[in-house]
């Protein structure tokens, strides 16, 4: 993350539980996507976007 300006925000425990609940469902709602697909491309895709909102929830867990 060096060398990259980064974005930032502030939130309360709530919003913080909230956000993940809403990532959770996209979590879920990707893997279903992925599965259901027979392109290539779109699942590379789905998996790479996976990872992100993954990544995030995790990012958001621990700060918690």
């Given at each position: ?27 879920s ?14 699942h ?15 990012r ?5």
């Amino acid at each position: 993350r060096e060398g990259i300006e980064m974005t930032r925000i502030e939130l309360t425990e709530k919003e913080a539980a909230i956000l993940i609940e809403i990532l959770e469902s996209c979590l879920s709602d990707l893997k279903t996507e992925r599965v259901r697909t027979d392109k290539r491309e779109l699942h590379a895709e789905f998996i790479e976007r996976e990872n992100f909102v993954g990544d995030l929830i995790k990012r958001l867990e621990n700060k918690k």
